[in-house]
C-alpha cells in the first residue's frame, strides 16, 4: 500500500483478485440471484475506488462486506420505493401515468427524499410527515407527540433546512 493513505490502482486490483469471488458468494447467498449479486459486487469495489481510502482496508473482507450490506439496503430500499410508485400510478386514469422520463425523475426525488428522511431523529421526522402528509398544524403535532409546540417548531425548522440542502446545496 502507499504511505499517502491512498488506496493505488495496483493495490485495488490486488484488492479485487483477492477478494472478489468471496463478496460475490457472499453477496449471492443474501441476495439470490447470482447477476444481481455481481453487480453488488462490483458496485462494492466501484465505492471502494471511489472513497480512495487505506485505513480500513486492514480488515478487507469486514470493509468490503459493510459496503456491500450498504449496497443492498439501498437497492432494497429503491425497489420499495418503486413498487410503491408502480402501485400508486395504477390508481390514476391512463391519460395522467407520467411518461418513462418522468418516472425515472419522480423516482430519483423519492429516493433523495427516503435518504434525507432517513437522516432526520425519529421524532422531527415525524413532526415533518404529520405536517406535510397530514397536514397538522405546530399544535395538533404537538399534542398528537406530546411535546411542546417551540418543540415542534424547532423540529419542523430543522427538517426544513435539510430540504432546503437537499434541493439547493446538494443537488
Not at 79 to 85: T, V
Not at 96 to 118: G, Q
Not at 141 to 147: S, V
Request: proline letters at 3%.
Amino acid at each position: 500500500m502507499r504511505s499517502d493513505d491512498t488506496l493505488g490502482t495496483a493495490d485495488l486490483g490486488q484488492l479485487y483478485r483477492t477478494h472478489h469471488s468471496w463478496l460475490h458468494g457472499w453477496l449471492s447467498r443474501r441476495v439470490g440471484c447470482r447477476e444481481n449479486a455481481a453487480d453488488l459486487a462490483q458496485d462494492t469495489f466501484v465505492r471502494l475506488l471511489k472513497s480512495r481510502q487505506l485505513n480500513p482496508l486492514r480488515e478487507p473482507r469486514a470493509y468490503l462486506s459493510s459496503i456491500a450490506r450498504g449496497l443492498m439496503i439501498d437497492q432494497f430500499r429503491r425497489s420499495e420505493l418503486e413498487r410503491a410508485y408502480v402501485e400508486s400510478v395504477k390508481l390514476l386514469p391512463e391519460q395522467e401515468v407520467p411518461s418513462a422520463e418522468s418516472r425515472l425523475l419522480i423516482l430519483d426525488a423519492l429516493e433523495r427524499i427516503d435518504r434525507m428522511l432517513d437522516l432526520l431523529k425519529p421524532r422531527v421526522r415525524q413532526a415533518f410527515l404529520l405536517a406535510q402528509l397530514d397536514g397538522l398544524t405546530c399544535a395538533q403535532i404537538a399534542q398528537t407527540l406530546g411535546i411542546s409546540r417551540a418543540t415542534v417548531e424547532r423540529d419542523l425548522a430543522k427538517a426544513l433546512h435539510h430540504c432546503y440542502r437537499l434541493r439547493y446545496v446538494d443537488a
